[in-house]
């Protein structure tokens, strides 16, 4: 029987800053694509025609004043700053781990410091709109997405590669 892999430990690094025991949670940024229904004479049901992707957030929490973030925050370029998360992950069956590498290029959406209490650390969540995402599993490129140069890679296959050389750039 197989057991899930947990993620035991993990970091997150702000332009290089890390914030190892003040970050709590991370909402991995989730990966969709838009898909438009079309059902064309002699289809049996809609095909869903893929018209790009959607935009990716990187959302994480960290107790404390977080004193950089508000620095960052009103970036004028959409690919102002870099997070990265890392997340050591095991197998409790196997005792084997793997390493979840996830670095983003963007600016912070939101800042919520949330509530304020005397002798409390306080939580502050940030939300950061971002133009480049790569997944790195165990030091192995899983996808690379640059929105702003027309990348997008899966499993070392770029699929915009062709579209690129269509428009010549």
Known sequence: MALPTVLKY???????????????????????????????????????????????????????????VYRQFGSTTVNGLQLRFVGSYQDDGTGLTKTVDITVRGRHQEIDPGGAKGGEPGETTVKTRCAYYKLMIDGSAVIEKDDLNMVFIVNGVDLLAQHRANLGV
């Open 10 to 68: 993990f970091n997150v690094y702000n332009d290089g800053i890390d914030y190892l025991g003040q970050s709590s949670e991370v909402t991995v940024p989730k990966l969709a694509r838009t898909l438009e229904d079309w059902r064309g004479g002699g289809n049996d049901a809609a095909l869903g025609l893929d018209l790009g992707g959607e935009p990716i957030e990187f959302e994480w929490k960290a107790g404390g004043l977080l004193e950089q």
